[in-house]
């Protein structure tokens, strides 16, 4: 199921990017940008080790370079219930690129769909709840691709949903609860393998525009 995920989002995103590329070649307007913008996020992980879900919050900036080229710079902190046995926590901190292949503008009661890449630091903890010494860490890179779209609520403020598939490259951890009734308990495995098989995250977040940091 996840290497369909990451296969589907790298067909889309590689379809979406090409029309972009052949949009942004028959638009005279290349430049603008300048715009920056705070927001909140929430964001779900799905597809974790042991079908543990996680949640978390968080937060990031928006500055856009191009009319049709934006950057987002986040972080983000997660937790997950591995089966009541166990806890997994990660964080997060990098940045993505924002490819508008459609519509550009960011005016009230639209639709902003776009392509994101990206990659990021994620730092990871599992550890068993009922006994502390059964614990690892992790410090790895990480890279997402995926689709997003903003709805503009104004015409400086949105809310914006973004599905990415995460993998990460080198080390991570690994768990599953072994055992049976009261004799469970949780084993974890620090693997130093890059595996095509990560993880799916949902965004959602609440951007504000603040300023133009240039014109244009």
Known sequence: MNK????????WASTLYSVAQDVEKSDKALTGGGRFELGIRSTGSFFNDANAAGMGWGGQF???ILKRLNTEWYSDFFTANIGNIGTRKDAHIGWSVMMYPFNTDKSQGKFTPYVIVG???DGSRVYENNDLSNSKRQYSVAMQLGLGTSYNITDNFDVTLTCQYMNHLGGHLRSRIVGENYDQHLEIVKSGKTAIDGHLLVSLTLNVKLFDLWKY
Request: hydrophobic residues 65%.
């Open 4 to 11: 369909l995920i990451f296969y589907a989002l790298l067909f």
């Open 62 to 64: 928006r500055l856009r």
């Open 119 to 121: 990659n990021c630091f």
